[in-house]
């Protein structure tokens, strides 16, 4: 059973840290790129960052740039989204997904999805 985990979210105050985790099942992780994306309330989902496979190649989204920091453990079958200098805007459900192939930004290339772990940032 193909399965993804997130944990890790919660309620923080802007300039907090958080570190979330993404446990994966099922899969083979190693061959899977994976990527963090958002929701927040009334808006679409949008990407965050991305991994490949072995590390070598990260994309971010320009509003976490700096801030965020995505690393995979492939032993642990594991992917992490560090979180840095939070803000009220980074407040969302924040889930995991893979896909096999190259690292992208593009939502609709990812075919495995976690059920999500909420952020919420005060000002």
């Known amino acids: 059973q193909v399965q993804l985990v997130e944990s890790g979210g919660g309620l923080v105050q802007a300039g907090d840290t958080l570190r979330l985790s993404c446990a994966a099942s099922?899969?083979?992780?190693?061959?899977?790129?994976m990527g963090w994306f958002r929701q927040a309330p009334g808006k679409e989902r949008e990407f965050v960052a991305t991994?490949?496979?072995?590390?070598?190649?990260?994309l971010y989204a320009d509003s976490v740039k700096g801030r965020f920091s995505i690393s995979r453990d492939n032993a642990k079958n594991t992917v992490y989204l560090q979180m840095n200098s939070l803000k009220p805007e980074d407040t969302a459900v924040y889930y995991c997904?893979?896909?096999?192939?190259?690292?992208?930004?593009?939502?609709?290339?990812?075919?495995?999805w976690g059920q999500g772990t909420q952020v919420t940032v005060s000002s």
């Open positions: 997904a893979g896909k096999n192939g190259y690292a992208r930004e593009n939502i609709n290339d990812y075919r495995i």
């Open positions: 099922g899969i083979f992780f190693s061959a899977y790129a």
């Open positions: 991994i490949s496979w072995g590390g070598r190649s990260i």
